[in-house]
């Protein structure tokens, strides 16, 4: 048996809303919860791939235990992971909606990886594409080109590539994975330099997402949605994303934003604008249904 951690939160802690942002749709090989109410999740870490398993237990605190090389850095980073470190002094609700989901939520808390790798890749993915594309690709090139996950973790839960994986992959294998040129040049950009972008997680903040958008393709939404899960950088909000300008601009203002006014809105909440998106959507609250839909494109048949 591995050594395994239990963790005091020493606060309130909705386990399943702090990892939901690191889930890449259901079929996600690299996060799972199983039927006993576990959560698996794996990882690339400076030691080697690891898996790591998270039990919510009835006194409130975290059982984690882990496997592989990485495991011990991946057990020690827990705490960061479920939030310990999010700070949300000066956070004030400036509206109605975003009081109302703060309530109802009182566990949810900006977890961090302290990585950027593992997060930078489906990150890429998600550009200017649906999410059920995205996510094809992400299990694709997982069940690819991810190890096999570490210890008895769920049948069929992978690692994700690493840097050398993502560059050794060749043009008819990137086409089976339904990802275009555009996105495979960036992610091949972000392997050569990968140890650097490391980088980012220590100077947080802007300056982590300005190095992160140095790499060619890398631009303000995808340097936030890194920033978001590596160190729960709770300012940087996803401008460009489609539908956070229309969820926010329904549940605040009652009609759709655009970037500016999507900036302009989340203004008074600085430096905790990411934190007020997450409570809302955290919440539930989605946009009304209507208008046409992205066509589901799949880059295999072109």
């Not at 990892?19 to 890449?24: F, G, K, M, V, W």
């Not at 990886?113 to 690709?137: C, F, I, M, N």
């Not at 570490?150 to 049948?155: D, T």
């Not at 994975?177 to 960036?186: E, F, K």
Request: aromatic share 6%; glycine share 10%.
């Amino acid at each position: 048996m591995p050594e395994s951690l239990r963790w005091t939160p020493g606060f309130t802690l909705d386990l399943a809303a702090v990892l939901a942002p690191l889930r890449r749709g259901r079929g996600d090989p690299c996060l799972r919860r199983d039927e006993a109410g576990r959560t698996w999740l794996t990882a690339n870490t400076p030691a080697g791939n690891a898996t790591l398993m998270l039990c919510a237990l009835a006194d409130g605190d975290v059982d984690a235990r882990a496997w592989g090389p990485g495991a011990d850095l991946l057990r020690s980073g827990v705490p960061a992971l479920l939030g310990a470190h999010d700070d949300d002094t000066g956070f004030v609700a400036h509206h109605e909606a975003v009081a109302r989901a703060r309530h109802g939520r009182p566990g949810l808390r900006i977890g961090a990886t302290g990585r950027v790798w593992d997060v930078l890749v489906p990150s890429v993915l998600e550009q200017k594409v649906t999410g059920y594309e995205a996510h094809r690709s992400w299990r694709e090139l997982c069940r690819r080109f991810g190890e096999p996950a570490p210890g008895p973790a769920p049948e069929g839960m992978r690692v994700p590539p690493t840097p050398l994986a993502i560059r050794s992959i060749v043009d008819w294998d990137w086409h089976a994975a339904g990802v275009d040129l555009t996105r495979r040049r960036t992610l091949i950009a972000a392997a050569r330099v990968a140890p650097r972008l490391e980088r980012a997680v220590e100077l947080r903040g802007a300056e982590g997402r300005r190095l992160l958008r140095h790499v060619p393709g890398i631009g303000v939404w995808t340097a936030a949605e890194i920033a978001q899960r590596a160190w729960g950088d709770p300012d940087a909000v996803s401008f460009g994303d489609f539908h956070i300008p229309a969820v926010v601009g329904h549940a605040l203002l009652g009609h759709p934003l655009d970037d500016a006014g999507l900036a302009e809105v989340l203004a008074p909440y600085a430096p905790h604008r990411q934190r007020a998106v997450r409570y809302l959507e955290a919440s539930g609250f989605s946009r009304p249904r209507f208008g046409p839909r992205h066509p589901i494109r799949d880059y295999r048949t072109l």
